[in-house]
């Protein structure tokens, strides 16, 4: 899963690729870590890759021996299998439950370690052999789900005295296995099996043509970045024909959106930006759409949209549809308020301006902020280098969580020299392992996301788990500073990331770690922005150069100046969440995708269609969370609801943050995701807290 948007004003990405784990969305890419024990291999998984034995010369090359590596626990996955069906007489938790268990380790193992580095790998062609293992995997779990003496197997297990986290997980299994479709005939199951494969392989290449489309535009005299920090112009300087680059990758794209003056260049960037993938995507995008809908069909649903929601918080398209319609009523109003002021601010320089642009949304707002609330983008910006930064973060959650962070200098899995690792420990304890990659890269993912890389199981391994972000980068720019938006986006993952570690201490690999309902993922990430605009929080990191901690007015008025956008944000989000849905409600033979885009951007947000770009075509979200985008606004509500226990004692209240920890984050998947939010809240969640928040006036 990936992906909410940072800032009202951007629209840029941040993901959490969450696990597609095994036996929850069948036909979405898997993510995770290889293992592979045995004589003369090379192992790789929580305690790294043993070096390969094999004979000398010569040594095979590097991206045979990557995939080799990958491919392992898939055979070791079909090992546990063929053990479970291989039983005879009584079947019970030891002799059918724990070798599927170790079955579903394998594959995550195999699919979370190939889908990371079909990301992030800086060798082209180990990304592309990783990407032929995620096939591999899915290939090998599709064929698993569908196999009906499989399903009987586990159907057959008697739970009456088992505990109450196995039974949930022989109850979310048999229904997961229901919807892979087990119980069709033959050719329905080996249609699904076709599926399954195809979308999986047009999936990798929408997203791999996303993040292979850098674009850039060029600029002659230096004159026109007139407005941008003296630190980004300082990072670009121009070639040797005096040409400067200016990028579509974040570092570059939300700083000139954001500072630059000239408003035809800023219009060039966004139509670069907004038109990535548009060569091929378009024609992936109408088959993946044929193929879910033919699934949902062979399974029994309307459409898609029913079909991906049916397990889910939110259960139906019509119940999602009447969701974004009740936060529609809340947003339209503010909305427009927020566009009318933007409108004003265009006309101090442009007295005869009808409408604002959507590629000028984030100069407009940074320069409101800048006049009508004292807030100037650039001037905060100098509390927030990228290293105090994340010394900063690290510090608040081992308060907050009581856990430290151990560096790591000898993982000889790690991908890129400037992937930072570190032990979470507990006392002598060690909880897991994360990795930090956190700068661009050429074909690295774009946008910013937790990639989970081993998933949890007690007394067999560790969860661990990678941030990959694109931020300034330290070793190129100094000083490296953050916009506070990236600030946010950096916590915001963070959250994810405590959430697997955390959680990621069950028996059941199904049960690990960010393992509730897909709707639910986003709210601990989602709550743990705020923590991002808090002065007790900020002030325990946030300095400029000459040491100075960011002035308590300073972040009074960025508090203030975020309440303005709160309505234009919320529009946008509504604006993805129904191109996410309304794409898995339509016919796809009969799918004008740009016409569909247009319409729904002039139905809920006030800025017009810009001609020229094609957003859906990098919309990675339509792959990865298909018709379910709503969920960042579905989780906000619950995200605003458990803050409430906060409000009193204060966000670095350890009380009330260890009773979060160990009621929401420690428990994964063991219970519905509504039954932790009341272990937490003491009551059910409510959508006060978030109507409060939408209609709270500047």
């Given at each position: 899963?990936?992906?909410?948007?940072?800032?009202?004003?951007?629209?840029e990405?941040?993901?959490?690729?969450?696990?597609?784990?095994?036996?929850?969305?069948?036909?979405?890419l898997?993510?995770g870590?290889?293992?592979?024990?045995g004589?003369?291999?090379?192992t790789?998984?929580?305690?790294?890759?043993?070096?390969p034995?094999?004979?000398?010369?010569p040594?095979?090359?590097?991206?045979?021996?990557?995939?080799?590596?990958?491919?392992?626990?898939?055979?070791?996955?079909?090992q546990?299998?063929?053990?479970?069906?291989?039983?005879?007489?009584?079947r019970?938790?030891?002799?059918?439950?724990e070798?599927?268990?170790?079955?579903?380790?394998?594959?995550?193992?195999?699919?979370?370690?190939?889908?990371?580095?079909?990301?992030?790998?800086p060798?082209?062609?180990?990304?592309?052999?990783?990407?032929t293992?995620?096939?591999?995997?899915?290939k090998?779990?599709?064929?698993m789900l569908l196999?009906?003496?499989?399903?009987?197997?586990?159907?057959?297990?008697d739970?009456?005295?088992?505990?109450?986290?196995?039974?949930?997980?022989?109850?979310?299994?048999?229904?997961?296995?229901?919807?892979?479709?087990?119980?069709?005939d033959?050719?329905?199951?080996?249609?699904i099996?076709?599926?399954?494969?195809?979308?999986?392989?047009?999936?990798?290449?929408f997203?791999?043509?996303?993040?292979?489309?850098?674009?850039?535009?060029?600029?002659?005299d230096?004159?026109?970045?007139?407005g941008?920090p003296?630190?980004?112009?300082?990072?670009?300087k121009?070639?040797?024909?005096?040409?400067?680059?200016?990028?579509?990758?974040?570092?570059?794209y939300?700083?000139?959106?954001?500072?630059?003056?000239?408003?035809?260049?800023?219009?060039?960037?966004?139509?670069?930006?907004k038109?990535?993938g548009d060569?091929?995507?378009?024609?992936?995008?109408?088959?993946?759409?044929?193929?879910?809908?033919?699934?949902?069909?062979?399974?029994g649903?309307?459409?898609?949209?029913?079909?991906?929601?049916?397990?889910?918080?939110?259960?139906?398209?019509?119940?999602?549809?009447?969701?974004?319609?009740r936060?529609?009523?809340?947003?339209?109003?503010?909305?427009?308020?927020?566009?009318?002021?933007?409108?004003?601010?265009?006309?101090?320089?442009?007295?005869?301006?009808?409408?604002?642009?959507?590629?000028?949304?984030?100069?407009?707002?940074?320069?409101?902020?800048?006049?009508?609330?004292?807030?100037?983008?650039?001037?905060?910006?100098?509390?927030?280098?990228?290293?105090?930064?994340?010394?900063?973060?690290?510090?608040?959650?081992?308060?907050l969580?009581?856990?430290?962070?151990?560096?790591?200098?000898n993982?000889?899995r790690v991908?890129?020299?400037?992937?930072?690792?570190y032990?979470?420990?507990?006392?002598?304890?060690?909880?897991?392992?994360?990795?930090?990659?956190?700068?661009?890269?050429?074909?690295?993912?774009?946008?910013?996301?937790?990639?989970?890389?081993?998933?949890?199981?007690?007394?067999?391994?560790l969860?661990?788990a990678a941030?990959?972000?694109?931020f300034?980068?330290?070793?190129?720019?100094?000083?490296?500073?953050?916009?506070h938006?990236?600030v946010?986006?950096?916590?915001?993952e963070?959250?994810?990331?405590?959430?697997h570690i955390?959680?990621?201490?069950?028996?059941?690999?199904?049960?690990s770690?960010v393992?509730?309902?897909?709707?639910f993922?986003?709210?601990?990430?989602?709550?743990?922005?705020?923590?991002?605009?808090?002065?007790?929080?900020?002030?325990?990191?946030?300095?400029?150069?000459?040491?100075?901690?960011?002035?308590?007015?300073?972040?009074?008025?960025?508090?203030?100046?975020?309440?303005?956008?709160?309505?234009?944000?919320?529009?946008?989000?509504?604006?993805?969440?129904?191109?996410?849905?309304r794409?898995?409600?339509?016919?796809p033979t009969?799918?004008?995708?740009?016409?569909?885009?247009?319409?729904?951007?002039?139905?809920?947000?006030p800025?017009?269609?810009?001609?020229?770009?094609?957003?859906?075509?990098?919309?990675?979200?339509?792959?990865?969370?298909?018709?379910?985008?709503?969920?960042?606004?579905?989780s906000?509500?619950?995200?605003?609801?458990?803050?409430?226990?906060?409000?009193?004692?204060?966000?670095?209240?350890?009380?009330?943050?260890?009773?979060?920890?160990d009621?929401?984050?420690?428990?994964?998947?063991t219970?519905?995701?509504?039954?932790?939010?009341?272990?937490?809240l003491?009551?059910?969640?409510s959508?006060?807290?978030?109507?409060?928040?939408?209609?709270?006036?500047?």
């Open positions: 899963m990936c992906c909410g948007y940072a800032h009202a004003s951007h629209g990405l941040f993901c959490m690729v969450t696990k597609t784990r095994f036996a929850i969305t069948l036909g979405l898997l993510v870590a290889c293992k592979q024990p004589k003369g291999a090379a790789v998984g929580p305690t790294g890759p043993s070096q034995t094999a004979k000398k010369p040594p095979p090359a590097a991206d045979v021996t990557w995939l080799a590596q990958c491919r392992a626990p898939i055979d070791q996955a079909k546990r299998i063929d053990s479970l069906l291989a039983v005879q007489g009584v019970n938790v030891a002799n059918t439950l070798p599927f268990n170790d079955a579903s380790k394998h594959l995550n193992n195999a699919g979370e370690w190939a889908h990371l580095h079909a990301g992030v790998n060798d082209e062609k180990i990304r592309d052999v990783a990407r293992c995620e096939q591999d995997v899915q090998f779990l599709s064929a196999d009906n003496r499989i399903y009987t197997a586990i159907k057959n297990v739970i009456n005295s088992a505990d109450a986290n196995t039974k949930r997980f022989v109850m979310q299994t048999l229904r997961d296995y229901k919807r892979s479709g087990v119980e069709l033959d050719a329905g199951r080996a249609r099996t076709q599926i399954d494969e195809e979308t999986t392989t047009l999936g990798q290449e997203q791999k043509n996303i993040d292979e489309d850098v674009r850039k535009i060029e600029i002659k230096p004159a026109k970045l007139a941008m003296a630190d980004w112009i300082a990072g670009h121009p070639d040797a024909q005096g040409t400067i680059r200016v990028s579509t990758d974040y570092p570059d939300i700083p000139f959106m954001t500072y630059a003056d000239d408003d035809e260049l800023k219009k060039q960037l966004y139509i670069a930006f038109s990535r060569a091929k995507n378009e024609q992936i995008l109408q088959k993946v759409l044929s193929l879910r809908a033919e699934k949902a069909l062979l399974l649903f309307k459409d898609w949209a029913d079909y991906q929601s049916d397990d889910k918080m939110v259960k139906g398209g019509k119940a999602a549809q009447d969701f974004l319609d936060i529609n009523k809340l947003a339209q109003r503010r909305a427009k308020k927020d566009y009318d002021e933007l409108l004003a601010q265009l006309r101090t320089k442009t007295k005869a301006a009808k409408s604002v642009e959507d590629w000028q949304k984030a100069y407009l707002e940074n320069q409101l902020k800048r006049d009508k609330y004292a807030v100037d983008a650039g001037e905060v910006r100098k509390y927030f280098a990228f290293d105090k930064t994340l010394a900063g973060l690290l510090d608040i959650t081992s308060t969580y009581d856990i430290q962070y151990k560096p790591v200098t993982d000889p991908w890129s020299s400037d992937v930072k690792v032990d979470v420990m507990r006392g002598a304890e060690k909880l897991g392992r994360i990795f930090l990659d956190l700068h661009p890269r050429p074909g690295k993912y774009k946008h910013a996301a937790e990639f989970p890389i081993v998933d949890g199981i007690k007394g067999a391994q969860p661990e941030l990959v972000c694109n300034a980068d330290p070793a190129k720019t100094q000083p490296a500073l953050m916009e938006a990236d946010v986006t950096m916590f915001h963070f959250g994810h990331l405590m959430h955390l959680g990621g201490q069950q028996h059941w690999v199904r049960q770690g393992a509730t309902e897909w709707d993922v986003e709210a601990p990430s989602q709550m743990f922005e705020e923590w991002a605009w808090n002065y007790d929080v900020l002030s325990r990191f946030a300095k400029n150069e000459q040491g100075e901690v960011i002035p308590k007015d300073l972040v009074e008025k960025m508090r203030r100046a975020d309440k303005f956008g709160k309505g234009a944000w919320a529009a946008q989000q509504l604006f993805y969440s129904a191109v996410s849905l794409m898995h409600q339509e016919s009969k799918l004008d995708q740009t016409a569909l885009v247009k319409a729904l951007q002039k139905k809920y947000t800025f017009a269609f810009v001609d020229g770009t094609k957003f859906h075509t990098s919309f990675g979200h339509l792959i990865g969370y298909s018709s379910m985008y709503y969920t960042y606004l579905w906000r509500v619950i995200a605003r609801d458990l803050l409430t226990p906060f409000d009193k004692k204060g966000l670095m209240a350890t009380d009330v943050a260890g009773a979060y920890r009621k929401i984050l420690a428990p994964g998947g219970k519905d995701a509504a039954e932790l939010v009341s272990d937490f003491g009551r059910p969640y959508f006060k807290a978030f109507e409060k928040y939408l209609s709270d006036a500047q």
